[in-house]
């Protein structure tokens, strides 16, 4: 599913320049006029993130801001506001009221869609990255495709979550009941040994002769896909 942006900006020239060039991105974009109209958006869908212009006809984005933080579902959704007021004391008080990052106008669209990319990296690092890549290994999650060193692997669909799981945090131990928990699922009762099992066959069919494990056991605790993994033997 693409990632969800929305724009909440009563001045049209910007909205569709804004549209225009996070579309161009791969986003899909939302717009809503007034600060109310954005409210009853919200209500209905949750985006990943919201471009939230200050000074709004219906509500302003201060308190908008204000009520998506006070919201369980959205309290954690990140948020740049847009303002023309540029003064020390709004800045404060826009991040104050919750608001993730803060553009002044007139600025730069490379720019905006930077602190995007960036902030969606933090919130939701799964969501943003389609291609993981370590060393010599790419992991694709839209087209579920391994390869390593251009060759084309092919794993079950456990040991690809496995996989997918361990690259998005390369450098981290994750326990047994960790990977159970992320891999198969909170509710799933299935014996630690069994990741092992998995993580085995996860190795046979990554490691050619001759080319490094790029996951790493860590005795009495778990597993990790090695950070300094560089695929060269
Ligand atoms: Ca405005």
Redesign the pocket.
Known sequence: MRTRILIV???ETLTTLLRYNLEAEGFAVDVAGRGDEAELRLAEQTPDLILL????PGLSGIELCRRVRARRETERLPIIMLT?RGEEGDRVRGLGTGADDYMVKPFSVPELLARVRALLRRSKPAHVADLLAAGDIELDRVSHRIRRSGHEIHLGPTEFKLLEFLMQSPGRVFSREQLLDGVWGHDVYIDERTVDVHVGRLRKALNRPRQPDPIRTVRGSGYAFDETFSGEG
């Open positions: 900006e009563d001045e212009d200050w000074m709004l023309a």
